[in-house]
């Protein structure tokens, strides 16, 4: 991508490796979600899902405010009732889209994540922030719900009682009250937050990657089901990795003693 359209583009996505990052690019308003940059992210995704090479992907924002404060209000301000229906419709599908990656996703949120931020951040499997980072479920402040799934995936995550708490008081938290919820998985300096997301994203890609796309599949669909579905669901994801070589190079590389060179294949 050259630097005029980087500087066009609302979402930018670039590879390192088997790694992919995707920032939200709108710093000067914190990172806000305006519809022209969620059909962006929601090309981004597209590209990542069918793209065999990517093995991980971590989101976080641009600049060192915001992660994202949600939905762009300015916009909404203009909307007719059917065109927030259409933007209530496009969030939460393309928030849906992140959580269905079948790679390993890592929120690394930089600032604020509000509204519609958070609720992306509780699309991505782990979430990480840096210790000034402010999070909240704030919709209720402007008269709205939550509707891009944080009404949820929230008491998912921590609880009927706890997620009641944070939407209907609209309560902003800090990061460490957040990670003590069981909300983020860990809470670290400015500098440390990509290199903390990095060394989680290479400590699972070291690993058979069909077996990582199956595990995070039984988990995701196997939990939301009684487990004697849950155990068919799990058993079906195993099937699906019998007969690939990945799984017979693991064996060589074990009876070799050598470290396994995974192709994702």
């Not at 890592?106 to 840096?130: K, T």
């Not at 670290?188 to 995070?216: D, F, H, S, W, Y």
Request: with cysteine; aromatic share 8%.
């Amino acid at each position: 991508m050259n630097n005029e359209g980087a500087a066009k583009s609302k979402v930018l996505m670039e590879k390192e490796g088997h790694l992919a990052f995707v920032t939200l690019n709108r710093p000067d308003e914190l990172n806000c979600f305006d519809y022209e940059t969620l059909t962006q992210l929601e090309q981004t995704l597209d590209q990542i899902r069918f793209d065999r090479d990517i093995r991980a992907v971590i989101f976080t924002g641009a600049g060192e405010r915001s992660f994202s404060t949600g939905a762009d209000l300015k916009e909404r301000r203009t909307m007719s009732e059917a065109q927030v229906r259409q933007f209530i419709h496009k969030i939460r599908f393309v928030f849906d889209m992140v959580e269905e990656l079948p790679q390993p996703t890592i929120a690394a949120i930089n600032g604020f994540c509000f509204g519609g931020g958070f609720e992306m951040a509780l699309a991505c499997d782990f979430r990480y922030a840096v210790d000034s980072a402010k999070l909240g479920m704030t919709e209720v402040s402007w008269a709205i719900i939550p509707g891009a799934g944080g009404t949820q995936r929230l008491p998912r995550l921590i609880g009927k009682g706890k997620a009641k708490e944070l939407i209907l008081t609209a309560r902003k938290i800090d990061a460490a009250t957040a990670e003590s919820l069981g909300i983020l998985n860990g809470v670290t300096t400015r500098e440390g937050l990509i290199p903390k997301c990095r060394e989680l994203a290479e400590e699972i890609m070291q690993n058979g990657p069909l077996a990582v796309i199956q595990a995070k599949y039984a988990i995701n669909y196997g939990t939301e089901v009684d487990l004697k579905t849950g155990l068919k669901i799990e058993t079906k994801a195993y099937e699906t990795i019998i007969p690939t070589k990945d799984r017979v190079e693991a064996l060589n590389a074990f009876s070799e003693k050598r470290k396994p060179q995974f192709r994702g294949e």
